[in-house]
């Protein structure tokens, strides 16, 4: 078979495109392209007389946010489409399923979701889901033991390490978690009136070290396969369902990346929000339990060598807790002040968007500083309830 060249699709090629896929032959169909991110390009593609349809993604080879200059490797497409696939062996009832994939195209064909919300709009909307909780741990939980080394053996590892070899999109990461919110880059985004509180940050030596300490961990460790941007945007859910999309940034990192991040985005809700906040001070807590009695139960069923010390699993735990807290940190600080913001904070009325965004930025701080003091995410909650 011929290949050919990459090109993008338009809402008219997405079309034709599935259908010599043998996807709604001789049907009329509509295409949208819904993509919302600045990365790809996401066409719902569907017959006219029905609502479910089939989601095509696809990788452009730029980002939008700047305009072509930006290039960006088409490899993260097939990342997404192989993670995806581990997930729907590990977990299949918490991402789409995968239909076919195009390396050459950067295009994948996947389950429409869209009879589901992003987890971020809803939560915006203060609708509640009452099961996505411990649905994430569960994903959490079986995602990183199944990829880590209690879970699998040195040669899938390595696999592993070398199918999600991702140094590009690791490398935004770094600049745009790690690196740029802690110094006066021309990537940093925030308004006037933090300068003083953003310059404390800046001149803080312990906050520096702390987080380069993070940064370390999170190009050195190399514990389980991540999703690599578990934010709520990357969520679907509904009061009964949740579904895991958009894991291009996967590589083989800290378990504690996942967990922190996650983690941090539901704490926009609780810091923007004036009511229900005790609900999702439940979920951060039940994530938490729902993780590691997860974890335990897998490895005493599914651990690929004896290691017989349930001490052993717990100190473990304990440090993938400490590095999510510096996640959460970092995650506060580069969505208040860096490159990429979040609509829970973004959309309040200026005046108290400053106040809440000063509150994140000291409670990041801390989180970096005070990880292994704070140890934990129960621990996190009752510190920031009694201050508050
Ligand atoms: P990006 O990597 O550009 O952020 P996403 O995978 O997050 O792309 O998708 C962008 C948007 O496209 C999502 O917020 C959602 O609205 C829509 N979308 C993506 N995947 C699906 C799907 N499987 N079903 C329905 N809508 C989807
Ligand atoms: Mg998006
Ligand atoms: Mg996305
Ligand atoms: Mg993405």
Same mark, same amino acid.
């Given at each position: ?7 993008? %699709?338009?809402?008219?090629? &997405? ?5 010599? %896929?043998?996807?709604?032959?001789? +049907? ?22 029905? =609502? ?5 993604? +696809?990788? *452009? ?7 072509? &200059?930006?290039?960006?490797? !088409? ?40 009879? !589901? ?5 809803? %939560? ?36 592993? =390490? ?26 940093? $985004? ?34 389980? *396969? ?11 859910? $509904? ?23 996650? +983690?941090?985005? *539901? ?35 599914? &651990? ?30 580069? @969505? ?12 309040? =009325? *200026?005046? @108290? ?36």
């Amino acid at each position: 078979i011929q290949k050919k060249e990459y090109r993008p %699709l338009t809402e008219a090629t &997405s079309i034709t495109y599935l259908q010599k %896929l043998g996807y709604f032959t001789n +049907q009329v169909c509509e295409s949208v392209e819904i993509g919302d991110g600045n990365l790809n390009l996401v066409f719902k593609v569907r017959p006219v007389d029905q =609502e479910q349809g089939l989601i095509i993604k +696809q990788a *452009l080879p730029y980002a939008k946010v700047v305009g072509e &200059s930006w290039p960006l490797t !088409l490899k993260r497409a097939t990342i997404e489409s192989n993670a995806t696939k581990i997930y729907n062996e590990l977990i299949p009832n918490l991402v789409p399923k995968i239909f076919a994939h195009d390396e050459e195209q950067a295009v994948t064909v996947m389950e429409d979701l869209s009879h !589901l919300q992003i987890l971020r709009k809803g %939560l915006i909307e203060k609708k509640s889901f009452p099961f996505f909780a411990e649905h994430i741990g569960e994903f959490l939980a079986n995602s990183l033991f199944f990829t880590s080394d209690f879970g699998t053996t040195p040669a899938k590892k390595k696999e592993l =390490e070398l199918t999600f070899n991702n140094p590009e999109l690791c490398d935004i990461t770094e600049d745009l978690v790690y690196t740029d919110p802690f110094f006066n880059s021309e990537t940093n $985004s925030f308004e006037e009136e933090l300068l003083e509180d953003v310059q404390a940050l800046w001149n803080d030596e312990v906050l520096q070290l702390e987080a380069a300490k993070l940064k370390l961990d999170f190009l050195s460790k190399k514990e389980a *396969l991540l999703h690599g941007d578990l934010h709520t945007g990357s969520i679907f859910a $509904s009061a009964t369902e949740t579904k895991v999309i958009d894991p291009e940034f996967a590589f083989v990192g800290p378990i504690g990346f996942d967990l922190g991040q996650i +983690q941090a985005n *539901l704490l926009f809700q609780i810091f923007s929000r004036t009511d229900q906040k005790e609900e999702i001070l439940d979920q951060l807590v039940t994530i938490e339990k729902v993780f590691n009695e997860t974890f335990i139960r897998l490895w005493e069923e599914h &651990s690929v060598r004896p290691f017989n010390q349930v001490e052993l699993i717990k100190e473990k735990l304990e440090g993938y807790w400490i590095d999510a807290i510096g996640v959460i940190g970092c995650e506060c600080i580069r @969505r208040s002040i860096g490159l990429a913001h979040v609509e829970d904070i973004d959309s309040l =009325e *200026l005046d @108290r968007k400053i106040a809440i965004k000063k509150e994140i930025l000291a409670f990041g701080a801390n989180c970096i500083k005070n990880r292994f003091t704070i140890g934990n995410i129960k621990n996190l909650i009752s510190d920031w309830s009694n201050k508050s």
